[in-house]
């Protein structure tokens, strides 16, 4: 089994000196769905946008981070743009296009794929996502799952091997959540998703890493880690309903 | 709030043309309803016709049309007054008001037949400089996120204001603007994020 | 001020369609190179804001509203050649998208409030917030610009209805500058209580780090344009029309008959000093006594609105 991504002692300080992330270390294996969770401010996004090169600004003087092998750094970021791909949290920040099918094919064109090549991803990415005929939509007239499906269709068009999933069920409602859902369960793509929706991580993800103040607390399977309610309560989560009904007595 | 984009009109003869045809042809009109001498009211019988003729062929429903007209109308009234002042005082201020109507009644069946993208592609084939482009399409896609985070806004600050008064309203508007202003900012900060995840330089 | 199709005639509208490409290809040329890649996103965005903005009204007296043109906030926000990119977006989807202002128009009213009058405005701003300095100088700057920029605006948008014979330039010169001069006082405040508000928030926004125009051509175009403000507002004593304001003024007496609404009436009567023979020097005069008055009230709302401590800066 070769790795996906691996992350070590990766430290980051924002220009205003406030510091987010103090050495934070782990890996992923190829096809593994790694959860990440944590309280609000615990480092979680800007950790993201250090997986797929978006930060640092400047390059470190060592790589804290590798993408099968190859360091992220600003010379290889088209690369590391196309491996990983990421899904932001607000969908109108990452659908910035008037209509659907310029943002699904926003990526796949700056790629330098041909006129039809990029016709056909764009629409087998909305397929995969479940919104075949919605090429010409305007973003401000979808749903808000939607709109979500849409952001990952754009990144899916992308192709990329790695996919690096910002909070992906905010905001939805149940039936839009259960869709997004089955929809991430059923990619082949090695996962990393960041979320409070610690449901959506017990069924997914086989493994979840902990972070709190810019650090890896704890990493272990979904079921231990998420079940330990002491652990969970100290770094401003909750045990999930799903594994209360699972408890032991 | 003005914003009144989301209106779709049946599908016409007109909506079935192209935007590069309409436009030109919307232009032609236009240049006919400008280059009428002031004074002369009886010339105005033509652009009637012709103004009547689209409004018709695009199955405009007139009461909605007149609607809108009469939203746009106040700087062109405004504006005709002025004419007052010429010896054919009162003439002139009729045809001018006549011009700029039927113009604006073109500008009105044209924008209501043509989607938005429509318009940018002509634009883009009329090859306008990039970064115009680009400001135009986000100016377009962000406009409604913007008026949405305006009206919310401003109710959550009226829901906790319990006085009353102008100045009050100048500074609660004005604050609300200035917020507007630093989302918009922080936003534009992350749709570059966005845009660089996909591969933008 | 939003010019209407049907106002402006085949030479004036080629004429404006030609003067405004030319500003904003120059705002165009100046961008690709001084407008990084990071900021691009952010003029798309100020565009949207700008338009979003201008849909906020602004109580006046008497239940009408007005709201916020945003030049000099654009200008002090994106610097002068991002603003004049961004206000040309807004303007240009109001024509094409939501009928506000003329096609044939659109040239001109380009011309007026996306590259006149940020371009005018910032010019100003500058040249005030050094005079004074500091915080406070910089809103008190911020307020005269935005004035100056309305009442310049309003000045060549007579100018253009005069051109095409529509409107007599020395009426529509003394309706348009008085009126504008009123709605610029509202534009001045609202464009205070604004970077007042962003200053709270980030600073850096609205701070001194605007770009510095280092180059002669940079000096150049700024002294072109602060000549072409001075003789905008000199232009009157030259105006040759044979029927100046006394002719106006003695037409008055019809006016007032033939309006409901004494829209014209009043500014004309404000706007002419009675003491003085000639209506141009009259004209120019009381722009200039306006233009004082309006640095004043800027500069004691300045004050009221930046602490006396924060003024260090």
Known sequence: ?249 | MRLQASFHLPPSIISRLQASVKAAGALVILLGIASLPLGVPLLLIVPVVVTSAAALLSRFPPVTLLRRLLMLEPFAVAASALVLFRPDGWTAFWTLLVKSSLSLTIVIIFSATTPFGDIFMLLRRLKLPGILLTTIALLYRYLFVLADQVERMRRARAGRTFAKGRRLAWFLNSGVIGHLAVRSVERAERVYAAMRARGWE | MHIPDGFLDAKTVAATAALAAAGVSMAVYRARRTVPPAKVPLLGLSAAFLFAAQMVNFPVAGGTSGHLIGSVLAAIMLGPSGAVIALSAVLTVQALLFGDGGLLALGANILNMAVLAPLVGFALYRLVSRMIGGPRGRLTAAGFAAWCSIVVAAAVCAGELAWSGAVPWSVGLAAMTGIHALIGVGEAVVTMLVIAAVGRIRPDLVGSSAPVPSSRVSFLVYAALVTSVVAIFIAPFASRWPDGLEKVASTLGFSARALPHPLIASPLADYRIPWIESPGLAAGLAGGVGALVVLALSFVLATALVPRAQNGR
């Open chain 1, 1 to 249: 089994m070769s790795m996906a991504l691996q992350v070590r002692d990766l430290r980051y300080c924002y220009p205003d000196g406030k510091e987010a992330l103090k050495g934070v270390t782990f890996a992923v294996e190829d096809g593994e769905c790694v959860g990440l969770v944590g309280p609000n401010g615990a480092g979680k996004s800007t950790l993201l946008l250090h997986l797929n090169g978006l930060l640092p600004e400047t390059d470190a003087p060592l790589p804290a981070v590798w993408v099968r092998g190859i360091p992220v750094s600003r010379d290889r970021a088209r690369e590391i743009h196309r491996r990983v791909g990421l899904l932001f949290q607000d969908p109108d920040d990452q659908l910035f296009c008037p209509t659907v099918f310029e943002d699904v094919a926003f990526g796949p064109s700056q790629l330098g794929l041909g006129e039809q090549e990029v016709k056909t991803l764009v629409e087998s990415s909305l397929r995969t996502v479940g919104l075949e005929g919605f090429e010409h939509r305007m973003p401000h007239h979808l749903s808000g799952g939607e709109k979500r499906r849409v952001c990952l269709a754009g990144v899916l068009a992308c192709r990329p091997e790695i996919l690096v999933l910002d909070e992906p069920t905010s905001d939805l409602d149940p039936r839009a959540k259960r869709e997004l859902k089955a929809l991430l369960g059923g990619l082949p793509a090695t996962r990393i998703i960041a979320t409070h929706d610690l449901e959506l991580v017990v069924e997914l993800c086989s493994r979840v890493i902990l972070i709190d103040e810019g650090r890896v607390v704890a990493e272990g399977s979904a079921g231990a880690l998420l079940g330990d309610e002491t652990l969970m309560l100290a770094h401003g989560l909750e045990k999930p309903h799903i594994l209360r009904h699972r408890h032991p007595h």
